[in-house]
């Protein structure tokens, strides 16, 4: 079965400090990726998501992810981050041609971001 | 613009009662709507979803059911509530052009 995998449960940093949170899916065929966030007493938001063309994708608050095809990874990172980016972070999969748009999501990352 | 409207908020229900969750969305025709359940260390859990009325697909075998009863109205229920149902319940809109979701507030289900 498809499934997406984030390799940590909890991230914890310091302002500033760079960000990369994992992301690897299972699924031979094409995709659309997506990250999704959710601040404290939030909705869950876009960030950012890759369709196809520059696997460099560029979301908001300068958030960026790369989709390596051959690696099945859409990693998310963050040059220097803030304490507002203190979130949880969700990593979402959407197998082209599969079931109207289905989204399978990874289990999440906690970021904690220390001032 | 498109909105999506989840309630109630919080809901305590006792073990073996009945559950309604209702889910409707704004500003857009023939939706794709899901239901999601987030459980702690296990992320989002697709439960159902439909792409028209009377149209359920069910992801994972549960206590739970869906029905849509109109084109905007999603409505997530159980006959008789179990402990493991505890969860925050996520209604979702996925737009067919872009694919991104939208997502109502949740409830957070206790069942005690």
Same mark, same amino acid.
Request: aromatic residues 12%.
């Given at each position: 079965?498809?499934?997406?995998?984030?390799?940590?449960?909890?991230?914890?940093?310091?302002?500033?400090?760079? +960000?990369? $949170?994992?992301?690897?899916?299972?699924?031979?065929?094409? /995709?659309? $990726?997506?990250?999704? /966030?959710?601040?404290?007493?939030?909705?869950?938001? +876009? +960030?950012?998501?890759?369709?196809?063309?520059?696997?460099?994708?560029?979301?908001i608050?300068?958030?960026?992810a790369?989709?390596?095809?051959?690696?099945?990874?859409?990693?998310?990172r963050?040059?220097? /981050?803030?304490?507002s980016?203190?979130?949880?972070?969700?990593?979402?999969?959407? $197998?082209?041609?599969?079931?109207?748009?289905? +989204?399978?999501f990874?289990?999440?990352?906690? $970021?904690?971001?220390?001032? | 613009?498109?909105?999506?409207?989840? #309630? *109630? &908020?919080?809901?305590?229900? *006792?073990?073996?009662? *009945?559950? %309604?969750?209702?889910?409707?969305?704004?500003?857009?025709?023939?939706?794709?709507?899901? #239901?999601?359940?987030?459980?702690?260390?296990?992320? !989002?859990?697709?439960? @159902?979803?439909s792409?028209?009325?009377?149209?359920?697909s %069910?992801?994972? *075998?549960?206590?739970?059911?869906?029905?849509?009863?109109?084109?905007?109205? =999603?409505?997530?229920s159980?006959?008789?509530?179990? !402990?493991s149902? %505890?969860? =925050?319940? !996520?209604? &979702? #809109?996925?737009?067919?052009?872009?694919?991104? &979701? @939208? @997502?109502?507030?949740?409830?957070?289900?206790?069942?005690?």
């Open positions: 079965a498809q499934s997406v995998s984030q390799h940590n449960h909890h991230v914890i940093l310091s302002e500033a400090a760079s +960000l990369e $949170l994992g992301c690897n899916y299972s699924y031979g065929g094409t /995709v659309n $990726l997506f990250w999704y /966030v959710q601040y404290p007493g939030q909705h869950l938001q +876009l +960030l950012l998501k890759y369709f196809s063309g520059d696997p460099l994708v560029k979301g608050k300068g958030f960026e790369e989709f390596i095809k051959s690696k099945f990874s859409f990693n998310l963050k040059p220097s /981050v803030q304490w980016d203190t979130a949880e972070y969700f990593c979402a999969v959407e $197998l082209y041609g599969g079931s109207q748009g289905n +989204l399978i990874g289990k999440g990352t906690k $970021l904690s971001v220390k001032p | 613009s498109q909105t999506i409207h989840q #309630w *109630p &908020a919080t809901l305590v229900q *006792p073990v073996g009662s *009945p559950l %309604s969750l209702e889910c409707t969305v704004e500003g857009t025709s023939n939706p794709n709507l899901y #239901w999601y359940r987030q459980a702690a260390g296990r992320g !989002l859990q697709l439960l @159902f979803y792409v028209g009325i009377g149209q359920i %069910s992801e994972v *075998p549960q206590n739970l059911s869906a029905s849509r009863p109109q084109d905007r109205q =999603f409505i997530l159980s006959k008789k509530l179990l !402990l149902d %505890s969860g =925050f319940y !996520l209604c &979702a #809109w996925i737009s067919g052009g872009n694919t991104e &979701a @939208f @997502f109502g507030q949740g409830t957070r289900l206790t069942v005690v």
